[in-house]
């Protein structure tokens, strides 16, 4: 019988008019990508659409073995005390809200996490760390992603997973500005900008990637996701069950 898969979560945007076939309706959704990147890593991924209620986030994470936190629109700037640059883009609030309240039930429970572009800016957010609202030459045009290495730096969590400079696909135009408690930086790109960050006095894995591993198509982006799935069978196991055991029925 094969091993159980570890069940992974996602989030999900949650667009008010999105259209297939005759309908135009409010949908969550997440590009295809994300889910066929956790399948090559072995995980059986799980979409979490946004939930206003107040124990939604730790109830779902309490049924998970890791999280991912994915890419999106800017995260408000009131949400670390800052004014809008002009620059931002729209707030998304209950996007904002559901992530940061997965992001802290997922460190409280020890979940391994990765935060992907928006959801590493989110993670350092929640720490209590700010963000530049406006930076150049991360993107490419709308709906093409840049490219550019990034180095991730010697002693960190992430370079045991990449130890090399790997060649990454970004869009984006913001980034991680003042560090967040117990954050570290875990790599940079050319210019200094902060291209990954974790937090290395935890036990599990926590890490936030500033570009879209879901997007690429080097093995690189597979042991990332590799590393988290890795990880969450591990911590399974040293809880004393099997990856994805908390949604298996009651016996009897």
Known sequence: MPAPLPLIGIS?????STRWGVWDVPAALLPASYLRLVTRAGGLPVLLPPD????????????????VIAGGPDVDPARYGAPRDPRTGPPAPERDAWELALIHAALAARVPLLGVCRGMQLLNVACGGTLHQHLDGHAGPPGVFGEHEVTPLPGTRLSRTLPEPVRVRTFH????????????VAAVAADGTVEAIELPDRDGLVLGVQWHPEAGQGEHDVRLLRALTT???????????PPGSALDPAPG
């Open 173 to 184: 135009h913001q980034a991680v500005d003042r560090l967040g408690a117990g954050v570290t």
């Open 12 to 16: 999900t945007y949650l667009e008010e």
């Open 52 to 67: 206003a209620r107040p124990d939604a986030a730790a109830t779902a994470v309490a049924r998970l073995d890791g999280l």
């Open 231 to 241: 990880a969450a069978v591990r911590d399974a196991e040293a809880r004393g069950a």
